[in-house]
């Protein structure tokens, strides 16, 4: 299956801005809902949301062997269970509707009415019904960050991290989409140099500057997926902010890993831009020295380019880029942390979704967390308007960027920007 | 709404024999398939499987406000979604249905034959499609052992145990039901005394003795439950093995968690017994001393009398009890746990599972791990067949159990049976 979409040469009847994320090599996909109520999968084309629901009742994926109500539903799951033949045949599909010198539907006035609407005219949703969630913790700049400030500065990385993609279970319920607000926290935390913990809301919510990968079905109970065969089973990927509220984690995260530091809630950027986008933006993972355990080699190109950043916008002044990362300096591989995770026979379901951990980089302008870029509150960043910031403030949104870039092309992520609300009062 | 269903003197024209968990006072709910391949909700009076959908289909929930194909589905979520007042109605109407006196089902042999099933003729399945799993670790005497074991023996629990139910997240696709065989798995571990990691199926393969609550839909994010109210949210209870890599948990679980060493496979009893059939068997729960903050604190026997035991099958010889525990040790109550999972703004859906933890108690002949029974492997158990264990072998059968018991009835869970398959090769 020829992968015809990602020709940098192609132009698209829609008009697509040069700074645009979704140019028409782009493709991505998402599900939203209209001023009419009505909710449809769809894909984004420059500022404009396309109904792929309406484009299949109107015969446009005509030849592909696709469920008569493939598109007219409120989650990617069945989508994306069909598998990555199919997704490249709708891919590819969508490019020829939407290349500038195809007529069928660009001189079509009534079918462009019913199918085409303006961003700002329909609300994105969750792309996916997430089973089960993972996050990873596979940036080895962050992993010793953390060991330096929490650890040993002289053994920062703990003996298994450069053995293992060291991952753990999340909490799906509580992913919400971009553009939705999230509450600050309450909970236990020990409040330094005391012994009795106190109950109140977080005084330092983080957030976790991260990539996910969403998969479809890839096994059955018992079955490893060889690191080899592993990107297959990728859909594609989202942003992903890791909300984190650190006093919180701090006392309960021994032994069993953080709980309700994290599962309050964690943001995704809505369109997942899929594998096949990000073809040309493959790049030399870091070298891994010792090198892994066999069933974790891999050979080629199995990083992607992808620059990263953050910003802080108060209520009522302008944002600040705090933080400027690329998630090319993951140790870990998608692949590698895919075999792993399945190398006891874990299951792989459709939807199911795998964060990528903290992606922090060499320098301190690159570190992925307010933790890191303050070294634990030590050091607050100065916002353009004057104000410092340790953590995140009441009524602060915080803004994830995305997006891959060559002579040829941009290939980008939009945003996942979401507010952080006063918590709730509790007698 | 009364809760006519636990009267202990009633009797059912199915004949129940005195040792059963299921008398007419019990009425779980479940989903099984038939020989003709349906998929049904049912229930279970003695050896009798009861199809809910051909109830329905019948009428004999009629007057109930239920949709149409509420029993004909393969899984309880919708029904659980209906909240408690809906799940009182159709327990006290079946209740009704199979009392002795009642000649409307009874005298319709037409009907009786469309409706009821040997238990030997059904195939048990998952009885929800479980969206988030959370594992606890709320039994005191688990937690000391574990300590003692691994850190400090005389400072054996962690400074945050006696103030937070503890919790992490788990997976949910690889939860099974009883009968269902699991692997071995393979995976990473740190031999003694070495420092480079080896792969090969575990050595330590262990059961933990858990039982589990499923959740209904219960708050919207950002939303906490308070512990008084925690209990009207939890639909009922099933026995739970919590299989466990001892050897993959030691090399992975530093700082995050386990992870492979529990997620290969979790087995589930398929009957959830609700909250109401075991009100009878309410008991006080553990002193709790320190007092827990505010929102952990409750008043009233919230803790559940509840015998629980461990068998091991060998596949050629008879099983042997390895261990005799009760529910009723938990330090942490369902509600606790709820209302700390949710005191951040977790949101809890409906058919979500949270696992109690390893259910140990005093003694030693009430661990609830090969890792506690056998103190880490030094003290092996004997089988009646004259073969020992430290963990479980390859083709040995681990059986839970769990029943109440009164003067007046017994209320029992059934099995939690699953075999120990040998591990997959991986080159």
């Known amino acids: 299956m020829p992968n015809i979409a990602n020709d940098p040469k192609r132009k ?39 109904d792929m629901g309406a484009l299949q009742q109107l015969g446009y994926f005509e030849g592909i062997d696709l469920t008569d109500d493939m598109f007219m539903q409120d989650t990617l799951n069945d989508f994306i ?43 994105m949703l969750l792309p996916v019904q997430i089973g089960d969630y993972t996050d990873f913790y596979s940036s080895k700049e962050h992993a010793t960050n953390v060991g330096k400030m929490f650890r040993d500065p002289e053994n920062a990385l703990l003996p298994n991290w450069l053995h293992i993609p060291v991952g753990y279970h999340g909490r799906s319920s509580t992913i919400v989409p971009s553009g939705v607000s999230v509450k600050r926290p309450n909970g236990q935390t020990l409040p330094p140099g005391e012994t009795q913990p106190v109950f ?100 080629g190109d199995n990083a992607f380019d992808i620059n990263l950043e953050v910003s802080i916008k108060p209520e009522s002044s302008e944002e600040t880029v705090v933080s400027k990362s690329n998630f090319k300096y993951m140790y870990w591989s998608m692949s590698q ?59 602060d949104t915080v803004i994830i960027r995305g997006y891959c870039e060559n002579e040829d092309m941009r290939i980008g992520f939009g945003e996942c920007s979401s507010k952080l609300l006063p918590a709730l009062k509790i007698k």
């Open 337 to 395: 942390q895919l075999a792993h995770h399945t190398v006891n026979g874990c299951r792989i379901n459709s939807g199911d979704m795998m964060g990528s951990g903290t992606i922090s980089g060499p320098t301190p302008d690159s570190f992925g967390s307010m933790l890191e870029l303050t070294w634990g509150g030590k050091n607050p960043i100065k916002l353009n308007d004057g104000t410092e910031r340790k953590f995140i403030n009441d009524n």
């Open 12 to 50: 698209s009847w829609i008009e697509v801005s040069k700074e645009s994320d979704f140019p028409i090599q782009n493709i991505p996909f998402g599900v939203f809902i209209t001023k009419e109520d009505v909710i449809t999968i769809g894909t984004r084309i420059g500022d404009s949301a396309i």
């Open 200 to 299: 109140g809301p977080s005084k330092s919510v983080d957030f976790e500057l991260e990539t996910a990968f969403i998969t479809t079905d890839a096994n059955l109970i018992g079955e490893p997926i060889p690191v080899g065969e592993a990107e297959d089973y990728i859909f594609g990927m989202v942003l992903f902010n890791d909300w984190s509220a650190r006093d919180i984690q701090k006392w309960e995260y021994v032994p069993l890993g953080p709980f309700l530091a994290k599962n309050f809630a964690s943001s995704i950027s809505p369109w997942i831009v899929t594998m096949d986008a990000l073809e040309a933006f493959r790049v030399k993972s870091p070298e891994q020295n010792p090198a892994p355990l066999s069933y974790l080699q891999q050979t």
């Open 81 to 123: 269970s069909d598998g990555k033949k199919t997704w490249r045949l709708v891919r590819n599909r969508l490019v020829e509707i939407f290349s500038i010198d195809n007529p069928k539907l660009r001189d079509n006035k009534k079918h462009c009415d019913v199918v085409i609407f303006d961003m700002k005219d329909v609300e």
